[in-house]
């Protein structure tokens, strides 16, 4: 059935109200069965054997030592699996980066795997199999990978016919850039670099897989997406998608990194040859080994502007370390690098770079915070260098409806400028600042998805209402879901219960990633619950033996209408329940959509910070976040998705990062050296929401989880630059660079 | 792997003489317990000392204090004379970790453990602590900075286990502080960590020792440093001898945790401001 998503501006009775959310209790007793509680009978501990080495060929595996091992039932090598070489090459590359074939690529590149009855048995194993490398020329930085003679890490990836690790190119933008910098009174030229962050999701990745004789299998996992997990697991592993069941977990954050596959193939692989469920839970440094953090990167800057601020033309490029396959951050990150301004001339360049360090995954907003650390960064310094308020600058040249943005398509209504607004007249920004403080300000962009969803909603027969949707709750989207059902059936939030269903229940759903569980979700919820309460209208009319066109539904009740039959005693959604069994069965709506029209966001973020001059060390001292969330279906998870985005974005402005040493091995693989921030590391984050209405979703809503880890990298660079008085330029800026960054300012 | 948890150090010390094995003894196990988790130690006996009731107790003796090698940085942290007698070393002590890690954490695992960064180890050395360590045959006590030889390494013999540290009795004017660097807040490892102990007779330092972590491979005990501000009201010409001096006897490696040039120009830095805490607890005037 097709049902018109434009937005109403309907009055809500329930959205918007802060309930409790229902998995809350659950998880804080523990009751809650994340990705490493479910247990099998019979099942086997699966570990994987890594790569110490950042680039060898594989002369050979002997595994025969380990087989023999007490309590092993299966050893597992490439050999086990499926030869994809001429195959689909993002297939290819997942599997080969879930198990290697002929060159480890990284350190903590999958080798080898084991399952076991026991662990010891499983770990004794793992030692006992005797892996023969041959060392190979490794390159780890994204700089150092696009220079001559760079040893190559994919031999046969081409630039211009030439082997190159230089993987993608991709442009965007409109106008000319030279004549516009001939326009320009002023140009400023900027070069920075970022280092290579993780999501640091509190779980690691675990599963249980099994696969019977019949070749049917069942996973039960923590990820953002079951469903796309089947379809990758099924795809690798030459399974047929019916057979195989994925059941999502409970999910300890992902922010990306549990969008693609890393132990679950390997785990059904090994379920398959030793014919016994296998649970695989992979150790903190694996996580942070050979799972997917983001991109480390470089950029250089151009921009060109009048004395009235004006921005004349707009240049960047920005180069993306990929890990040992090629991705598409680059294009990703050149589409939103402008997206914030309104440019007569701008274009956007993103390079993709093969590095050995590990397959690169999504990390909220993927690509962009660095590419704004860049592009606002060098407009903070514009504005100074032209005596303009950096927050009048940017609204000077600020992206409206109807702008052509720069990565193609005509903006409709936008929160961009109205963000800025609210920078510009929050008590913030004229709060005091003493000696060693400084302020920044910086704006973000994020396009936010739609994609497949289908959702069922069942009425139960006493008026209760189970909602199934196949977006994995990542953020308290299973309070907003009942309350967006509660809304349309007109019942309370406590009458709704929202469950995630597996892949056997629902049609395919898109992982919930780009923003988008709430948003799509929540449109499929909306029809289903419109479809539903058409069943309940027909169900009272046969009640009351009158035509169905005589009846309405308001409040969660169906009313007869007309000068017949208006004086019927109004049947309730409880009564309508009650009677389904006699009346025609049960009652559900169902909706399936691929949701478009998914509205983009902007944010933009207020910074204050105090620098120990002479240790370097940086304390922010408070932090404002204002972004546009189309509607605030829960305001609590929609300000809760504000400050969790942007305390990931201060640590890594301020100090996490991977550190590699000379060997190309990973030094700080654990939370003690991969400084995440800590609690007391943080300001109480205050955040101002914006609802500016999506025009293509009858609620209005748009995506709220990633805008707002896109300012802080900036926003915080500009804030240090401003306590300090030299510009930084390398994130993270921890204690060292800064020093240093003095140091050489002569300061 | 055989667990013990005698009563007495007499019974654990037999204990552990008699293992042919690997042996280890158990404090609050915040490293023991992390390093057989990570598969780095196997041990084949491990002897839990908290059982020991000696070992569990803070005394006044007649020559200073004496702290059981159980005694947690939580109850540490409660005895009012002890904060009242060396507030940096007990404050050293409580910067380890977290509130979970304190309820179980001592000095002399942090001792023991011999991390070149171990945060009460340079508040114990400024102090002049000494470590009752007792075995078979004999005990002895040791002055903390003799005991670490190198990361990891220990000068206890096999069958060796340290009963107590021991504080001196704190004359009057006296006073003592701790600083270490961390990027974050807590939960973190030092970079740099300074401790400066001195006393003052009419205004003027007449003693001092300080002490110097996770720049060398071993905590360091500084007496160039010390000897930058005795006879001074650590006037600001003291304070630039004594950070040259703390510099100058940095002896650090560039690792993931911090730079070479980073740690020697920071320790300096810390020295400074460590000896006017110091100084301003002994009723130090400039
Ligand atoms: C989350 C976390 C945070 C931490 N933060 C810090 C920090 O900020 N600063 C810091 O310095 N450290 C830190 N540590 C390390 C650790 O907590 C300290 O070193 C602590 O003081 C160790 O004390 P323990 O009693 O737990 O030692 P244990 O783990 O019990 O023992 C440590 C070592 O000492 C030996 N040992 C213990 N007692 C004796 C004895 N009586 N005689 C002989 N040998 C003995 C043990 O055999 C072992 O080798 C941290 C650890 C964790 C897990």
């Not at chain 1, 004395?307 to 294009?331: L, Q, V």
Request: glycine share 10%; net charge neutral.
């Amino acid at each position: 059935m097709k049902h018109d998503q434009k937005y109403t501006g309907q009055e809500f009775k329930v959205v918007g109200a802060r309930v409790e959310r229902p998995d809350g209790v659950d998880k804080v007793t523990g009751r809650a069965r994340y990705g490493a509680d479910a247990n099998a009978p019979g099942q086997l501990v699966g570990l994987v054997l890594r790569s110490s080495h950042a680039h060898a060929r594989i002369v050979k595996i002997d595994t025969s030592k380990a087989e023999k091992v007490a309590g092993v039932k299966a050893v597992l090598t490439s050999a086990d699996l499926p030869d994809l070489t001429n195959g689909d090459a993002g297939n290819y590359a997942t599997l080969v980066n879930c198990m290697a074939r002929d060159r480890v690529l990284y350190d903590g590149h999958a080798v080898a795997a084991v399952a076991a009855t026991d662990k010891s048995s499983a770990k004794k194993a793992l030692k006992l199999i005797k892996v023969t490398y041959e060392k190979l020329p490794h390159v780890t930085d994204v700089d150092e990978a696009l220079k001559k003679g760079a040893p190559l890490v994919q031999p046969t990836n081409k630039q211009d016919g030439k082997p190159s690790n230089k993987s993608g190119h991709f442009e965007f933008g409109h106008g000319d850039i030279e004549a516009g910098l001939l326009e320009a009174d002023i140009v400023l030229e900027r070069s920075y670099k970022t280092e290579q962050t993780h999501q640091g999701y509190i779980e690691p990745h675990a599963c249980l897989a099994t696969v019977g004789p019949d070749g049917s299998g069942e996973l039960w996992v923590t990820t953002q997406g079951h469903f796309s997990f089947r379809i990758m697991c099924a795809a690798l592993l030459g399974m047929d998608v019916a057979k195989l069941k994925v059941t999502s977990s409970e999910i300890g954050g992902g922010f990306g990194g549990k969008t693609h596959v890393w132990i679950e193939p390997v785990a059904l692989a090994l379920a398959r040859k030793s014919n016994r469920p296998v649970k695989m839970v992979m150790s903190r440094e694996e996580v942070f080994k050979a799972s997917g953090p983001t991109c480390a990167t470089s950029m250089d800057v151009k921009i060109g502007a009048k004395k009235d601020g004006t921005i004349t033309a707009a240049f960047i490029e920005c180069r993306y370390s990929d890990g040992p396959f090629p991705g598409i951050w680059g294009m990703l990150g050149g589409m939103t690098a402008w997206a914030c301004y309104d440019l007569k001339n701008c274009k956007a360049v993103g390079v993709d770079v093969l590095v050995n360090r590990p397959k690169v995954a999504a990390y909220r907003a993927p690509s962009a915070p660095m590419m704004a650390f860049g592009v606002e960064s060098t407009i903070d310094q514009l504005a100074k260098e032209l005596d303009i308020d950096p927050v009048e600058f940017r609204l000077r040249n600020v992206a409206k409806e109807g702008t052509r943005s720069s990565y193609g398509p005509i903006y409709g209504p936008i929160g961009i400028e109205p963000t800025l607004e609210a920078v510009r007249d929050h008590p913030h920004m004229r709060a005091k600042l003493r000696k060693n403080q400084g302020r920044g300000m910086a704006s973000g962009f994020w396009f936010n998805i739609g994609g497949q969803t289908c959702s069922d909603l069942n009425v139960g027969v006493d008026g209760t209402v189970n909602l199934t949707v196949g977006t994995v709750d990542v953020g308290g989207a299973r309070a907003s879901l009942s309350l967006i059902a509660a809304e349309e059936l007109g019942i309370s939030y406590d009458q709704v219960k929202t469950n995630i269903g597996d892949t056997s229940s629902l049609g395919h759903n898109d992982t919930t990633e780009g923003s988008r569980g709430t948003f799509s979700s929540g449109m499929a919820t909306i029809f289903a619950a419109r479809e539903a309460i058409e069943v309940m209208k027909s169900r009272a009319a046969q009640m009351w033996g009158i035509p169905e066109d005589a009846v309405e539904w308001k409040d969660g009740e169906a009313r007869a209408v007309g000068a017949e039959h208006g004086n019927l005693p109004a049947l309730s959604l409880k009564e309508i329940a009650a009677e389904a069994g006699a009346t025609g069965g049960p009652i559900a709506g169902h909706h399936e959509v691929t949701a478009d029209g998914s509205g983009v966001s902007f944010a933009s973020h207020i910074c204050d910070v105090e620098v120990d001059p002479e240790t370097g060390k940086t304390t922010v001292l408070r932090y404002t976040v204002v972004q546009d969330a189309g509607k605030a279906i829960h305001p609590d998870y929609v300000e809760g998705q504000f400050q969790g985005a942007a305390a990931q974005g201060i640590g890594w402005a301020l100090n996490e990062e991977y550190v590699y040493g000379e060997d190309g091995c990973l030094q700080n693989a654990g939370f003690l050296d991969y400084r995440v921030p800590v609690c007391s590391d943080l300001p109480f984050i205050d955040t101002k929401i914006l609802e500016i209405p999506n025009p293509n979703h009858p609620y209005g809503i748009r995506g709220v989880g990633e805008c707002s880890i896109v300012p802080p990298l900036a926003a915080i660079g500009n804030a240090v630059s401003n306590a300090v008085g030299v510009r930084l330029n390398h994130v993270p800026m921890s204690p060292p660079r800064i020093l240093k960054a003095l140091d050489d300012a002569g300061a | 792997m055989r667990y013990e948890s005698p009563k007495t150090t007499k019974e654990a010390v037999t204990l552990l003489s008699k293992e042919k094995g690997k042996t280890f003894v158990l404090a609050g196990g915040t490293d023991l317990l992390v390093k057989l988790r990570m598969d780095m130690i196997e041990p084949d006996l491990m002897i839990d000392i908290k059982r020991i009731p000696a070992m569990n107790e803070i005394n006044k003796t007649a020559t200073g204090f004496k702290i059981g090698a159980a005694v947690s940085g939580r109850q540490l942290g409660a005895s009012k004379a002890l904060a009242k007698a060396w507030p940096g070393v007990v404050e050293a002590t409580n910067l380890i970790g977290s509130d979970q890690i304190q309820g179980r954490c001592t000095m002399v695992g942090n001792l023991c453990n011999a991390s070149p960064a171990a945060d009460s180890v340079p508040a114990m050395i400024a102090a002049g602590a000494k470590a009752v360590v007792v075995g078979k045959a004999k005990r002895r006590a040791v002055a903390v900075e003799n005991i670490v030889t190198g990361p990891g390494q220990t000068s206890l013999a096999k069958g060796e286990i340290i009963e107590a540290i021991t504080l001196p009795k704190r004359p009057a004017k006296s006073g003592d502080a701790y600083l270490r660097f961390i990027p974050r807040t807590e939960m973190d490892i030092a970079v740099v960590g300074v401790a400066v102990s001195l006393t003052c007779k009419r205004g003027v330092i007449d003693s001092a020792r300080v002490s110097l972590g996770a720049v060398a491979p071993t905590p360091l005990l500084v007496k160039e440093a010390a000897a930058a501000i005795i006879g001074t009201k650590l006037d600001k010409e003291a304070l630039e001898n004594l950070a040259a001096a703390c510099s100058a006897a940095c002896n650090p490696i560039d690792d993931k945790r911090g730079t070479v040039e980073y740690r020697v120009r920071v320790a300096g830095v810390l020295a400074k401001r460590a000896a006017n805490i110091a100084f301003e607890r002994a009723g130090g005037k400039k």
